[in-house]
């Protein structure tokens, strides 16, 4: 059986844009990179069930940066069809995400500090109904130093946004109107340098894991739905303690039987893969070399038994067999061309 991914890619170099990767879940092996649609550093895609992509998309005229999406139709697999450019004065955003109760996207943008909301047209097109801006006061490290920096903003499993900043150590939950205007519910203080990047959620717990960019750690958040308030539980470090090097952990994954949680390691070039236990505390039981440079992103096959992992700066995939009874990795296939992989999603 085949199943495919699209790749959001940098375009500094030799990327052109959007890739479709195939895996051949029968021989565990990556068969197939080709370049799907063009975009400038289109370097996170959502998809909406009505097969559109939303994808940043970053655009040079006369000397000046604009930045937003680019929207494809996706009706025909192998004729990608732009329906429209949204693009502001300013750099792209790091993350975009669709919610289709509410026929909404999002974007959090880590440069402008702006986190904003599209209503999706019958035909896909977007129009912006609000936006807010970060302001809180920064952490102490280098890479906070020059303001807020909102690095995801998606759905809680009840249907609030839920803002990670990197720059400001905290996580900002909203309340979502039909409409797409959003309302304060309340926030959470991470430790100074955590660097919040990317959460996500485990209802059944009622905890979220919190990936720390700057802290290379993982929070486990308990998150009380009713009050609408996050709390921190746990911290657990997911790099050796002697790394002096540079590292930027990046994405992360629940599998869907909630036992176990995995983080990318940039510069470590590892993913570490952790035992959540039932109370939501986490155990590092594996960290495993991912064959490349900078892996950013990740993400499993259908059955969650095939993990692929694209790499930024040398220009790889990988593809690793999951273990479901104990959660760890083994090395499938490595050195499989994919150029300057930023995030991967399901087709």
């Known amino acids: 059986m085949t199943e495919e991914f699209y790749i959001g890619t940098y375009t500094k170099r030799i990327s052109r844009g959007i890739y479709r990767v195939s895996v051949d879940t029968d021989a565990a092996k990556l068969t197939k990179c080709e370049w799907l649609a063009s975009a400038g550093s289109p370097t996170y895609i959502a998809k909406s069930k009505a097969q559109r992509l939303y994808v940043v998309n970053k655009k040079e005229t006369d000397g ?4 937003g999406l680019i929207i494809y139709d996706m009706t025909d697999t192998s004729k990608p069809r732009a329906i429209q450019q949204v693009l502001d ?3 792209s955003p790091a993350y975009v995400s669709v919610d289709e109760g509410r026929q909404l996207v999002y ?12 209503k999706i047209a019958d035909d ?3 129009t912006q109904v609000d936006q807010v801006i970060d302001q809180d006061p920064v952490g102490p490290a280098p890479e906070q130093a020059d303001g807020p920096h909102p690095h995801y903003a998606d759905l809680t499993p009840d249907g609030r946004l839920v803002v990670c900043d990197l720059g400001t150590d905290k996580v900002y939950l909203y309340d979502v109107s039909d409409a797409g205007q959003l309302t304060p519910v309340s926030h959470v203080d991470l430790p100074a340098g955590y660097g919040p990047r990317h959460i996500t959620f485990d209802a059944t717990k009622g905890v979220a894991y919190l ?9 486990t958040l308990t998150y009380d739905a009713d009050a609408g308030k996050f709390a921190v539980k746990q911290i657990t470090h997911v790099i050796p303690d002697d790394w002096t090097a540079h590292n930027g952990s990046a994405a992360i994954r629940l599998s869907a039987d909630g036992r176990f949680v995995y983080v990318s390691n940039r510069g470590n070039n590892s993913i570490t893969v952790l035992s959540a236990a039932d109370d939501g505390t986490l155990t590092v039981i594996q960290r495993i070399a991912t064959e490349g440079d900078f892996p950013r992103d990740f993400n499993w096959t259908a059955d969650e038994s095939l993990v692929l992992v694209v790499h930024q700066n040398s220009d790889n995939a990988s593809l690793f067999k999951r273990d479901a009874a104990t959660g760890k990795l083994t090395l499938a296939q490595k050195d499989f061309m994919v150029p300057e992989g930023v995030s991967v999603l399901p087709a």
């Open 89 to 91: 004065l300013g750099s």
């Open 107 to 118: 974007t959090a943008n880590y440069h402008t500090a702006a986190v904003t909301v599209y």
């Open 124 to 126: 896909g097109s977007l």
């Open 64 to 67: 000046q940066t604009h930045g």
């Open 211 to 219: 990936v720390g960019e700057l802290s290379s750690n993982v929070a």
